[in-house]
Antibody, heavy 120, light 107 residues
Framework: QVQLQESGPGLVKPSETLSLTCTVS????????WTWIRQPPGEGLEWIGY???????NYNPSLKSRVTISLDKSKNQFSLKLSSVTAADTAVYYC??????????????WGQGTLVTVSS | AIQMTQSPSSLSASVGDRVTITCRAS??????LGWYQQKPGKAPKLLIY???SLQSGVPLRFSGSGSGTDFTLTISSLQPEDFATYYC?????????FGQGTKVEIK
């Protein structure tokens, strides 16, 4: 059974960089789009971006200037870095596996989510 | 970016009721749409992909339909465990975008 687990600091100061890691277990990291999604408290879901096994990345234009998503194949991990954070970046951050093989597109496995609060 | 509009934003229903949630895309997305269920404090869970395909393990009372710009999630007979928030997601192009959610509450 595939499992994803987010890890990282739960509190980040304004203007600093938020860093999270997602560890994938129980399955191959190949041929999927490894994705970060966030959800501010009481609000809806926002797609942040992905890294593909090939190394290709794609980011939400609303965050593109501040986001980096990378993959460590040797550790079966992928990471999110979000720079220059503000209170508006306070959210539960989810990592998820995206299937994107025609005709199937979906997020089939998700991490449990981790709350990151931006505050001094 | 493609905007996804769900309706209603919330609804109250009783166990056994038939529930329908709609999602409209601001442009055509073929059938590249998924439905996700989220319970408080939990990650979203995939219910339906490519508009009408039921994810393995999801009860048959859930069904999806639609293509182009208009989509529907139907719960044929609402069960106590179905009270949750439901989101649609367009998987047609980037940035991927979610609807704002529909909260299904107990009447």
């Amino acid at each position: 059974q595939v499992q994803l687990q987010e890890s990282g600091p739960g509190l980040v100061k304004p203007s600093e960089t938020l860093s999270l890691t997602c560890t994938v277990s129980g399955g191959s990291i190949s041929n999927y789009y490894w994705t970060w999604i966030r959800q501010p408290p009481g609000e809806g879901l926002e797609w942040i971006g992905y890294v593909h096994y090939s190394g290709n990345t794609n980011y939400n234009p609303s965050l593109k200037s501040r986001v980096t998503i990378s993959l460590d194949k040797s550790k079966n991990q992928f990471s999110l870095k979000l720079s220059s954070v503000t209170a508006a970046d306070t959210a539960v951050y989810y990592c998820a596996r995206r299937v994107a093989t025609k005709p199937v597109y979906c997020f089939d496995y998700w991490g449990q989510g981790t709350l990151v609060t931006v505050s001094s | 970016a493609i905007q996804m509009t769900q309706s209603p934003s919330s609804l109250s229903a009783s166990v056994g009721d038939r529930v329908t949630i709609t999602c409209r895309a601001s442009q055509g997305i073929k059938n590249d749409l998924g439905w996700y269920q989220q319970k408080p404090g939990k990650a979203p869970k995939l219910l339906i992909y490519t508009a009408s395909s039921l994810q393995s393990g999801v009860p048959l009372r859930f069904s999806g339909s639609g293509s182009g710009t208009d989509f529907t999630l139907t719960i044929s007979s609402l069960q106590p465990e179905d009270f949750a928030t439901y989101y649609c997601l367009q998987d047609y192009n980037y940035p991927l975008t979610f609807g704002q959610g529909t909260k299904v509450e107990i009447k």
